[in-house]
């Protein structure tokens, strides 16, 4: 592995973009290294453009700088730049053909016949529609419209690609079917990616790292795996996937490794301690779905399993899986199970039944210690649970 800063290929340095006032991107610093595929993932106007936008050079950012390989081009206008976009909507010309819309960039360069011939010809193979080369946009598909501008922006071999939800047009098995197209484009052209989205499982399966953005900031950069198992936020820890949160004060230490936590209402659980936090702080625990299960009968409470006792309230059919909502005191856990994989005696759990939801204490994942942000999100992830937030608040 490289180290240090020979790992920032193309860094965005401190960026900020103001609108009336606003700090829409806020000092914003991410160090993409070269080659990689790296996601900027956050909700829908939370700036994701526009960073794009001056990473581009399409708007002029009113601090920081932008730097690739070491020089700096934050006053550098778009086309002399080595960056190139792609775009929602395509942009491709509809006058043109496949062939001519993917020379275009390298006619306006001045290169040779010869020279844009060969490039086309290896862009066309690239995205498999050498067929096609003749047509026009408007006789070729979505997907295939998709895959012209990529060689478009691909074929002056830019040193950085930005796509900017490039595949938010497609219906969902064409976005699966181009995602896969994508990392085996990435593969064989080795160009460093800079892929922004709002969808989660885009940016899972794509990245080599992410950069989970919220107002305007980035709240963590991660390899997909770090984000999901250990976010630095709720924020993050709901963004990306489902979780639960469950507020408490540490009480105790059983063990040098965990902790135990007091829920007020609920009784004392165990939760891997990584980030040492000392006793009678305030903590959340993010409790994904899929890490909890149910059973009927209280399990022995060997080894580092957690249970508690609830109600199920709803159960929702998802075919591959089934959610479950179960009331525990103040909280509504969700539970995704595996079917079949629980019940000793193989019935369903049905509506209203008492259940003990248990999980394994290093399947908690103790995020810092509780903010009114939490609040916040407390009250938007556990809509019908209104109390869950005054619960929070208690513990707080
Ligand atoms: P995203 O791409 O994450 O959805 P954007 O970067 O498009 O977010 O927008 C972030 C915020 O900046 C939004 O509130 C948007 O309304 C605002 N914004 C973007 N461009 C402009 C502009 N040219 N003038 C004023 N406000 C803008
Ligand atoms: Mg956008």
Redesign the pocket.
Known sequence: MRGGEMDAYFCLDGVS?R??G?A??DAVTVEVRRGEVFSIL????????????MAAGF?EPDGGRIVLEGEDITRVPPNRRRINTIFQNYALFPHMTVWENIAFGLKVAGKGRAEIASSVEAMLELIDLREHAKKKPGAISGGQKQRVAIARALVNRPAVLLL??PLAALDLKLRQRMLLELDRIHDEVGTTFIY?T?DQSEAMSLSDRIAV?NE?RIEQVGSPVEIYEAPRSSFVAAFIGDTNFICGEVSGFPDKDYCELEVAGLGRFLAYNDKKVPRGESVTLSLRPEKLFLERERGAREGVMNEIRGRVEEIIYLGSQTRYWVRCGEYRLGVLMQHGRFLLDQRPVTWGEEVWVRWHADDGYMLQSYTEADEALLTVSDVESGEAAEEGHDAD
């Open positions: 973009k609108y009336g606003l829409v991107v956050g909700p829908s106007g939370c700036g994701k453009t526009t960073l794009l936008r708007a900017d939800e922004v709002h953005m305007g």
